[in-house]
């Protein structure tokens, strides 16, 4: 049993950064994601990490605005979101998996999320 806890939202104006964190324990895991959902719309890929060896994914949208990393030592990942625009609003959600992994099915654990806002 993965247990994620997500930290770091809140309330953002448009061109601004936040940092969400994630704290992971329990079993080990494969990869690391962040997905997001907004209202009306269903949960989306943002980035993921390899636990072991650093591989990075990012959903187009977000390519050098956002960057994922990953504290081997402290269990913890981050998404540092650079640049925010009033689109970026969501809640968003850390994942683990036990396979390599970008698609939603295939990660099966998830935080409770974290709102970010951003204002225009």
């Known amino acids: 049993q993965v247990l994620l806890v997500e930290s770091g939202g809140g309330l953002v104006q448009a061109g601004g950064s936040l940092r969400l964190s994630c704290a992971a324990s329990?079993?080990?895991?494969?990869?690391m994601g962040w997905f997001r959902q907004s209202p009306g719309k269903e949960r989306e890929f943002v980035a993921s990490?390899?636990?072991?060896?650093?591989?990075?994914y990012y959903t187009d949208s977000v390519k050098g605005r956002f960057t994922i990393s990953r504290d081997y030592a402290k269990n913890m990942v981050y998404l540092q979101m650079n640049s925010l625009k009033p689109e970026d609003t969501a809640v968003y959600y850390c994942?683990?998996?036990?396979?390599?992994?970008?698609?939603?099915?295939?990660?099966?654990?998830w935080g409770q999320g974290t709102q970010v806002t951003v204002s225009s």
């Open positions: 329990g079993r080990t895991f494969r990869t």
């Open positions: 990490i390899g636990w072991s060896d650093d591989t990075a």
């Open positions: 994942a683990a998996a036990r396979i390599v992994a970008t698609k939603l099915h295939d990660f099966d654990a």
